[in-house]
């Protein structure tokens, strides 16, 4: 890359408590966008994790190995004022259904009104992945069920000996 090349970064954030395949779908796409995909777990006020930020950024790592363009990190401000701070124009969202939609609408206006520099670019999910959730693999894992078709294979044991433990 020369001198003058600008480098195309984007964010893709959230809580992944747990990570789920679905993140993962996105989290491949969309560093297939960019030069660097910034993975930021998001601290969420609203939401009660059952992952520390800790075993979440290695879940990530241990998921995400095979992808050579990504930086994980952790904020607990805005994801826009992330992306102002490390100049990233481009935010990823997943978007899987209507509550999705609405939720993601609704967070696009505040987005563009705190920083209007930065773009929201909408990936769906694949049709293996549009329904996974973290709660519904809480659920799954509560209930001794199967969820190796929802979580990356590196993170599987660690997800079920950590949400085992909250039963």
Known sequence: MSK????KKGLYPGSFDPLTLGH???IERASEL??????????N??????FTAEERVEMIKKSTAHIPNILISYTSDLVVRYADKHSIKV????????????NEYMLYQFNKNLNPNVETVVLFPSSRNHFVSSSSIKELVYHDADISLYIPEQIIDMVIKKLSKLK
């Open 45 to 50: 006020p609203k939401k009660k994790f059952s």
């Open 91 to 102: 935010l990823f969202r997943g978007l899987r259904n209507i509550a999705d939609y609405e």
């Open 4 to 7: 003058n090349t600008v480098m």
């Open 34 to 43: 960019v030069d660097v995909l910034h993975i930021v777990i998001a601290d």
């Open 24 to 26: 993962l779908d996105v």
